[in-house]
């Protein structure tokens, strides 16, 4: 896992859930990747921690 940033992939393996699930939920917290000029997931730790909190909830 990289320091800097963490994909849904990561999480996935961390959290013991189906990355497509991690994906749909950062979609609907953060848009399309396309409408952000982005080609992959790259999760600053702020938002892995939102994810983290998302899915142990």
Known sequence: ??????TPSD???ELAIDA????????????????????RWLLTTAQADVVRRHFRE
């Open 1 to 6: 896992m990289n320091l800097e940033h963490v």
């Open 11 to 13: 999480l996935a393996r």
């Open 20 to 39: 497509k699930r991690i994906r749909d939920f950062l979609r609907e917290t953060y848009g399309l990747l396309k409408k952000r000029d982005e080609k």
